[in-house]
């Protein structure tokens, strides 16, 4: 939550503010527009007054029929002219925080995708929610609702006084007399509300959250029967919601009644002086100025509105610079490219941390031979999933040296590197789509031959055409209306499609029915067959057939050899064996 609320109480930060405006560089043509349309605007506002001024004192008074239309006239035109200049603006304005918040969302997306692991780690999903799209949306408002506007506002104001002033001083004096108190009310107005808004936001953000966890979680809240202690959490964030809601509605009910009572009274005044005025005061001009005074009065009283909203997008974009700026988890690609892989995967010395000095892989060195298969096994927490995570670079090592065919990994380019080692891991992750969109992941090289020749290779062709719809079986979000030995048929039929020299596979723990359990280890071996292999294993039959097994325990390695040489061992790798596949 640190980083919803830090920057709240921000005052305006010119930097920033540059900074927002320089996103609009490609739309500087758009935003120049913005800005002329804006003066155009400022002029014409206070021209209408002065025209009707004109119409009442020079020809209405003394019944000049053709003056009266001649100046009618050029009253409706001006009407036609400000109403074509107004559509201009808001479409233009619009058409320019749409442009610039597309380009930003895209930009904060592939940042996002760009993060090595270790910054999904710390940071919330909700959080990332928040910039990639509301907090983007949010600064569209500077454009539209916020910054453009407010300049025009005050140019207006200050245009309309000076006429005024020409017009009448002492009316002028007038119609401000009650300005201070106007002035105070919309601060009081604007604080008000932009608490209460950051409140909302607050509690949105937290909504989102909750739900998000829930929802994935279900299973754990139903079977615990945490329902209720849940829908009261959510309750409590809900009713809070609302109350911030409601004070920001007070605000709103109290400040516009308020406003419109000064206005009032302005107008009351000006009559009451003009009345018993020495000066010579016209119909026209009493007329002009209840006109100028609307167009004093209303600009006002949204500008307290229009500062929240651009403040707000102050604040959005501080937490989307934030997030661009930080590149302390951005992957640095590197330079070489790999072309065609043998499949040499070297470990020298790696010592590894996900967090600062508390390593979970102390030292590790082996060698494999292109072709050749390594079985990884060892305790829970010994560190065999984070050895595998390292190869394709989803965190990077603190000492030694990680290397494919002699390149070290940090020196070649990552798509590359990515789609030479297939990898099938414990936890299946299938989006919604359909089977085959799961399989070849939207990549267009791999058609429906590739996936069948693929799946029937590992004995899986009759699982796919057996679900409902074949390959265009629809698997729900995270695959949850397949059995969890289905998913990982589908992610092996993944990875044969894909036909990658390396392979790398945590086999999964949980066991899956007979039938099932024959067919992933057919498809274990055919898939290991003819490929580098790194396997996390866990079933016998695929210990064995490893070329080399590593023994690793609290990160180091403890024993490595063939099955029979570690058997006669007797040392650790026995021990673990009799433990772990009961002999029969
Ligand atoms: N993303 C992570 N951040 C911090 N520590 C982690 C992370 N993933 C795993 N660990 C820790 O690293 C150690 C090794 O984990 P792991 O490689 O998953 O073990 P294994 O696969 O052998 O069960 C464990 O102590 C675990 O708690
Ligand atoms: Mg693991």
Redesign the pocket.
Known sequence: MSTESKNSGAAFDMKLIVRIIKLAKPYRKLLWFAVLLILVLTILAPLKPWLVQHTIDNFIAKGDREGIFFFSTLILGHIGIHSVTLFGYTYVTNLLGQNVIKDLRMRVYQHILRQSSAFFDKSKVGMLITRAVSDVETLSNFFSQGFISIIGDLAQIVTVLIIMFITSWQMTLISLAVLPILLIASEIFRRGVRKAFQTVRQKVSQMNSMVQEQIVGMEVVQLFGKEDEQFGKFEKLNKEHRQANERSVLYYAVYFPIVEILSSLTLGLIIWWSAGSPEAVTTGMITAFILYINLIYRPIRFIADKFNTMQLGVVSSERIFNLLDEQKYTEQDGQIDLGEVRGHIQFKNVWFAYVEDDYVLKDISFDIQPGKSLAIVGPTGAG??SIINLITRLYGIQKGEITVDGHNVNDLKIADLRQEIGVVL?DVFLFAGSVAENVNLRNTAIDEAKMRSAAASINALDFIENLDGGWEYDVMERGSTLSVGQRQLISFIRAMAADPKVLIL?EATSSVDHETEELIQEATKKLMKGRTSIV?AHRLSTVREADAILVLEKGRVVEVGSHAELLEKKGAYHELFHKQFELV
Do not use: A
Request: zero cysteines; a neutral charge; glycine letters at 0%.
């Open positions: 065999k999933s414990q945590d996390i």
